[in-house]
């Protein structure tokens, strides 16, 4: 076996820090799920903390969420390649495809920029899933995004049978902030006492 200069080991990969999800899930524009021409875009920001508080600068997030008439099927579009060269193309600008994928920066921030999700049909009020990857997690963490002016009402959350299980503390990690001009603010903490709700999906 070889050894580094001194006589140390080179480390193995369960010595080494990771995995880095940030360094080549990303693609261009993936926070850009609704397209540019749409002026009733909204955007969903926050930053992802540990339990100490302190800003993950290399979570990747990935958001699933219906349309704003509520149709989950989504549309193909946000990973096209070019069938010469296989060079990514990013999304079509046209089609609102329903998923994004974005990185926290240094600061642990993320954004997307999207359309308000609609209603799906059940009692669920309109959400984005969220997907949370980062070192450190052994499994990916699930949870999910309510804004808090749904187009039927604030009653709407009231009913949404998630946010009903939930005590109001715990209730409250799962809605996000409003901010001026169409801007939602959503942190996601990792742990501690303010923990967002993750959910366990079986």
């Not at 969420?65 to 079509?92: E, I, K, M, W, Y």
């Amino acid at each position: 076996m070889r050894t580094e200069p001194g006589g140390t080991l080179p480390p193995t990969p369960s010595h080494t820090v990771g995995p880095f999800y940030g360094h080549a899930l990303p693609f261009d524009g993936g926070g850009d799920i609704a397209p540019a021409s749409r002026t009733d875009a909204v955007t969903v920001h926050g930053h992802v903390l540990d339990g100490n508080g302190d800003p993950v600068p290399d979570a990747l997030l990935e958001t699933w969420q219906a349309d704003p008439v509520g149709n989950l099927a989504g549309r193909a579009g946000s990973l096209r390649r070019d069938p010469a060269t296989g060079r990514h193309l990013g999304r079509n600008g046209a089609d609102f495809t329903g998923f994004g994928r974005t990185a926290t920066d240094a600061d642990g921030h993320w954004a997307v920029r999207t359309l308000r999700p609609g209603r799906t049909g059940g009692p669920d009020a309109p959400y984005l899933s969220v997907c949370v990857f980062a070192r450190g997690l052994l499994h990916h963490l699930f949870t999910r995004v309510y804004l808090p002016d749904p187009p039927d009402g604030a009653e709407a959350l009231a009913r949404d049978p998630l946010l009903a299980s939930l005590p109001a503390a715990r209730r409250r990690t799962l809605v996000a902030e409003a901010e001026p001009y169409g801007v939602y603010r959503f942190d996601i903490r990792l742990q501690g006492a303010e923990e967002t709700v993750f959910l366990d999906f079986r």
